[in-house]
């Protein structure tokens, strides 16, 4: 009994040693394992996220070099053509359609778009859209003195039938003008509201004028087809008339001359400003300036400069642009082209910014033409300076918060090949800058290039709200020859012969010039 009492020790002891060993063996395996997955995962990770920074237009660092060419487009290509069954508009139609686009150049220039778009879903015909000359610059100029109507015209053929007046009729031998009832559209109206109210008024007095017609049809469609709509006008029929275009490719020419150059929409004007509640940095002159403006111009509202700043909300100083491109590598030899209306403060703010990048332009500056002294806060000169920015290797818009100009173009460069765009993240800049101010300087210009790289630097993207349609039309009017969604893909190359044939046929066949909205 001892012997086996003995043995029974002797063995269990053996027993829990190797228990022991293989635990030991057991732990170091796992510890190996975990170090294994761990290393894999952080190269996958790694690899990941430089697969994400090249389709998004992240970037780990910053290489000027690409910057100065367009971003990768992931393989898309701007299409706005119509991918499914898209008949042209009847000869006949439910009556007239004239709007009142006001507001500034870019903000008429969507109010357009959605008159276009609005004839389209109504089976209306459009009268040349009014351009508002009262409420911006007292510009007179007008649609025909901006754009080029026989272009818009043509180009949009296959979409809406459009007239420049309403004719007269003759009733009973006598010659009667058709007069247009006045509608006040809701804001941000949906597509039912065309269908119902406004269709019905147009049937009853055979014309409608709405007005005024400024982001009178809302943005956000389930309907692809009618967003390309939009692209087509924004992108393709509203073309500047030719003496503009020539004007503005001769700026381009000439700041060419020696290399690249970016243009930079330096929104620090009074408008801007007030409306932004933006007042501290300047003296109490130029405050009170403000807030009278602010008080005529826009709705009471309680603004507190430090809260406003804070968050972002502020238009980046002339001096704070300048800080920012410094951080992100660009040299004082940098070619700059300004688009921008008088700024507020003057050459007090300007300075700054000019000892950082002394080669500064504008279309003045550049270009010496008789027609745009008259022309520099009007139309004209909006036109010129938006054809600019639009051909300029690099576009820098300081404020894209409620600026039509900067929308607009960012959402046209993406449209004209992914041309790179920098946009400041105000909000995460915020503290950097206030830091600075406060006379902590360390480490400001490597905070300042972190916040950048994290920005999307002219690539598709998914269009988050609030970003605007007319800021990124991605991927409504893009497609992709060899595409994973079927929607995606590009429409034949020989999509115009088939909408010539079929407006052909429509004009050929009299039974279908009296074929409704509803039967289509």
Not at 7 to 24: I, T
Not at 499 to 513: A, F, G, T, V, Y
Request: proline share 6%.
């Amino acid at each position: 009994m001892r012997r086996a009492g003995l043995y029974n020790r002797q063995h269990a002891k053996q027993v829990g040693g190797g228990a022991s060993v293989k635990a030991k063996i057991g732990k170091l395996l796992l510890a190996v394992v975990v170090l294994l997955i761990c290393t894999v995962s952080l190269l996958f990770t790694s690899a990941s996220t430089s697969g994400a920074a090249a389709g998004s237009g992240y970037r780990s660092e910053i290489n000027l070099e690409k910057l100065w060419r367009s971003a990768d487009s992931g393989g898309w290509r701007p299409s706005s053509a119509p991918r499914s069954d898209w008949p042209p508009p009847p000869s006949e139609t439910n009556g007239y359609l004239r709007v009142r686009c006001n507001g500034g150049l870019n903000q008429q220039r969507t109010a357009i778009c959605n008159a276009v778009l609005a004839a389209r879903i109504m089976n209306a015909t459009l009268v040349l859209p009014e351009l508002d000359a009262n409420s911006f610059w007292h510009d007179d100029s007008g649609f025909r003195g901006i754009y080029d109507v026989e272009h818009f015209i043509k180009s949009l053929r296959f979409d809406v039938n459009i007239i420049e007046k309403i004719p007269e009729i003759r009733k009973n031998g006598k010659t009667k003008k058709i007069k247009a009832v006045q509608l006040r559209p809701p804001r941000d109206a949906p597509i039912s509201w065309y269908t119902t109210d406004a269709l019905q008024k147009m049937k009853e007095h055979g014309a409608i004028y709405l007005t005024p017609f400024s982001h009178r049809l809302a943005e956000e469609i389930d309907n692809a087809e009618y967003q390309r709509l939009r692209c087509r006008v924004n992108y393709h029929a509203l073309i500047f008339k030719p003496n503009i275009m020539k004007l503005s490719q001769s700026i381009v020419d000439k700041l060419r001359t020696q290399g690249h150059f970016m243009s930079i929409h330096l929104r620090f004007e009074m408008d801007m400003l007030a409306f932004a509640g933006c007042f501290d940095i300047f003296n109490p002159k130029e405050q009170e300036i403000l807030k009278k403006y602010r008080n005529e111009n826009f709705a009471p509202k309680k603004l507190v400069y430090k809260e406003r700043r804070a968050i972002g909300k502020c238009p980046l100083t002339p001096e704070e642009v300048g800080l920012i491109l410094r951080a992100m590598e660009f040299n004082n030899s940098t070619r700059i082209y300004l688009a921008a209306g008088e700024l507020f403060g003057g050459e007090r703010f300007m300075k700054p910014f000019r000892a950082l990048f002394p080669h500064l332009e504008n279309h003045s500056s550049v270009e010496h033409s008789d027609e745009l002294p008259e022309n520099t806060q009007g139309l004209i000169g909006s036109a010129v300076d938006y054809m600019v920015c639009l051909l300029s290797d690099i576009f820098m818009p300081t404020y894209d918060g409620p600026s039509n100009f900067a929308n607009n173009l960012l959402g046209h460069r993406l449209y004209y090949g992914f041309r790179t765009t920098i946009r400041p993240d105000r909000k995460a800049l915020a503290p950097i800058f206030i830091d600075r101010e406060k006379g902590r300087k360390a480490g400001f210009e490597e905070a300042v290039k972190q916040v950048m790289l994290k920005t999307n630097l002219g690539g598709p993207h998914k269009r988050i709200s609030p970003e605007s349609f007319y800021t990124n039309s991605w991927p409504e009017c893009f497609c992709q020859t060899s595409p994973k969604n079927p929607a995606d893909k590009c429409p034949p190359d020989n999509v115009l012969e088939i909408l010539n044939s079929q407006l052909s046929q429509e004009n050929d066949d009299p039974e279908s010039n009296s074929t409704s909205v509803g039967e289509r």
